[in-house]
């Protein structure tokens, strides 16, 4: 690896003003260099914070969502050059200080992604997660490593780096733009054969944290289930999915 500068961070923003700072303060000083912030047409002042701080910004002119921000992120990154990309919520949910804990397994070469996992931090609750949004990750991970015959702790973490050949093998553009984006690209890493590690993480929940409604929750997990099913029948040639499929190779293979 190139070293800190092929490290990029990207945040994936919407009305994160009031959270940017905290967040941005708590990167080590050695991972500052790279940060791109990706504004989904905001209605604060995001972008105007994001550039005082120094940070590259684009903006959505319209909300595109959730996973096509991501999408924007990575393009964007891999196209300068990137070698490991770090996800971070601006809303400083997540402790940015555990950033050297995913990158590490990478730059050893031990994986192709990392992900900061609530459940290995042990005290998820603690942090205020609400004890439905608990039950409902536990559920939906277990449905999942049954369906990957892999075992993870969590699949819903937003807090998470990828190397350049994890994005560069998978087909990230052909996912939704939705929330439901974070769990199609683990499914496409799973369906690729790539490696992944986890890292125990503790998160904050409080008001300016940004958190999706109960309703917007349930067509999540409906969502994910949904994912989980194309996965299931794709990888038992009952129905290809092009989308698991990675880049270069043809459906018709």
């Given at each position: 690896?190139?070293?800190?500068?092929?490290?990029?961070?990207?945040?994936?923003?919407?009305?994160?003003?009031?959270?940017?700072?905290?967040?941005?303060?708590?990167?080590?000083?050695?991972?500052?260099?790279?940060?791109?912030?990706?504004?989904?047409?905001?209605?604060?002042?995001?972008?105007?914070?994001?550039?005082?701080?120094?940070?590259?910004?684009?903006?959505?002119e319209?909300?595109?969502?959730?996973?096509?921000?991501?999408?924007?992120?990575?393009?964007?990154?891999l196209?300068?050059?990137?070698?490991?990309?770090?996800?971070?919520?601006?809303?400083?949910?997540?402790?940015?200080?555990?950033?050297?804990?995913?990158?590490?397994?990478?730059?050893?070469?031990?994986?192709?992604?990392?992900?900061?996992?609530?459940?290995?931090g042990?005290?998820?609750?603690?942090?205020?997660?609400?004890?439905?949004?608990?039950?409902?990750?536990?559920?939906?991970?277990?449905?999942?490593n049954?369906?990957?015959?892999?075992?993870?702790?969590?699949?819903?973490?937003?807090?998470?780096?990828?190397?350049?050949?994890?994005?560069?093998?998978?087909?990230?553009?052909?996912?939704?733009?939705?929330?439901?984006?974070?769990?199609?690209?683990?499914?496409?890493?799973?369906?690729?054969?790539?490696?992944?590690?986890?890292?125990?993480?503790?998160?904050?929940y409080?008001?300016?944290?940004?958190?999706?409604?109960?309703?917007?929750?349930?067509?999540y997990?409906?969502?994910?289930?949904?994912?989980?099913?194309r996965?299931?029948?794709?990888?038992?040639?009952?129905?290809?999915?092009?989308?698991?499929?990675?880049?270069?190779?043809?459906?018709?293979?």
């Amino acid at each position: 690896m190139g070293g800190f500068n092929r490290v990029f961070i990207v945040l994936p923003a919407f009305n994160a003003a009031k959270t940017l700072e905290w967040t941005i303060s708590e990167i080590p000083t050695a991972y500052r260099k790279n940060l791109l912030l990706v504004d989904d047409a905001s209605t604060d002042n995001t972008v105007e914070v994001a550039r005082s701080l120094g940070i590259q910004v684009i903006r959505h002119e319209k909300n595109r969502g959730y996973g096509a921000n991501q999408k924007t992120c990575y393009r964007t990154v891999l196209d300068a050059g990137a070698e490991i990309v770090i996800m971070l919520h601006p809303d400083h949910q997540y402790d940015a200080r555990l950033i050297p804990d995913l990158v590490h397994p990478l730059l050893r070469g031990e994986a192709d992604a990392a992900f900061g996992s609530r459940m290995l931090g042990g005290r998820p609750m603690e942090g205020g997660m609400p004890t439905w949004k608990y039950q409902a990750n536990i559920v939906l991970t277990a449905v999942a490593n049954a369906i990957y015959g892999r075992y993870l702790t969590e699949i819903h973490s937003g807090f998470r780096a990828y190397t350049a050949t994890y994005l560069n093998t998978i087909r990230f553009e052909d996912n939704s733009d939705d929330f439901v984006f974070d769990t199609e690209i683990i499914a496409q890493g799973m369906a690729a054969g790539l490696f992944f590690k986890e890292v125990p993480i503790e998160t904050r929940y409080f008001p300016e944290a940004s958190s999706i409604s109960f309703g917007r929750s349930i067509t999540y997990g409906l969502g994910v289930l949904s994912v989980l099913l194309r996965y299931f029948l794709h990888s038992r040639g009952v129905l290809k999915d092009p989308r698991l499929l990675p880049r270069g190779v043809s459906a018709d293979v």
